[in-house]
Structures are given as structure tokens and as C-alpha cells.
């Protein structure tokens, strides 16, 4: 038997060819505001969770934006991002309205909802509504 050595989800880390851009885009579409790192050219944004065991609140995981060094090629993005979010239809009801372009398809299970978009650099977000 393998033992567990990932317990979760520590951060994202999005590089991108404008952070500050595409942190102005986060903020703007799905309200996560970002911190701009000491350094400049990071932003950042620590959510708090409740450990399950203690019950204590704890600040992980982070989200982040850095500036790529290098100039990122625009059509390949290996990755896609889930977000969790309170209400789906909310969410998407107000990402149409800032002209978000929102995928066709939406999947409905028992354990949740999941929806698609794109960031402004073109990364796939999936949004996610738990279902308890």
C-alpha cells in the first residue's frame, strides 16, 4: 500500500506574460483580489480553509500570478485552474454580464456543479459548486 504524501492543494502559481494585467482581470471577472508582492512582479491572494481534524482556520491554499522572465507562448496552456465558488448560477449570471465567454457545456453531479471559462490570458478556469 502507497503511503499519502499529498494531503491538498498548497497554491497555483499562473505565470504570465502581464501579471499586473491579468490580476486586474481576476479582480474584475471573479473578485479575487490580489496582493502585489514585496518583489513587484508577483500577485498574490492566501485563502483561508478550515482544517477538517481541529476544526482551526488556517491561510492556505495561494493563488498567484508571476511575471514570466520569458516571453510565454500565447497557444499552449497546460493547466486549468479550479475555483470553487458559492452559487454557479451566480457566478455565471455575472461573468455574462462582463462579457466572460462561458463554455456550453455544464456538468451537474451529486457532488457538484462545474462550468468553464477562460482567464485574459486564455488558461482554462473551471468553476465549481460543492453540493453537500
Known amino acids: 500500500m502507497n503511503e499519502v504524501i499529498v494531503e491538498g492543494i498548497g497554491g497555483v502559481f499562473i505565470y504570465s506574460n502581464d501579471a499586473a494585467k491579468l490580476a486586474e482581470w481576476y479582480l474584475a471577472n471573479l473578485g479575487v483580489e490580489m496582493e502585489r508582492h514585496p518583489d513587484g512582479d508577483k500577485y498574490f491572494k492566501v485563502f483561508t480553509t478550515r482544517d477538517v481534524e481541529t ?8 493563488f498567484a500570478i508571476y511575471q514570466s522572465q520569458e516571453a510565454l507562448p500565447s497557444s499552449e496552456h497546460g493547466f ?38 477562460q482567464d485574459g490570458d486564455g488558461n482554462q478556469i473551471e468553476l465549481y459548486e460543492e453540493i453537500f
Open 55 to 62: 476544526c482551526a482556520v488556517r491561510e492556505n491554499p495561494v
Open 80 to 117: 486549468i485552474v479550479n475555483l470553487r465558488v458559492a452559487s454557479l448560477s451566480s457566478a455565471l449570471d455575472r461573468l455574462r454580464t462582463q462579457g466572460v465567454e462561458i463554455d456550453a457545456e455544464i456538468l451537474e453531479w451529486v457532488h457538484g456543479k462545474h462550468a468553464w471559462i
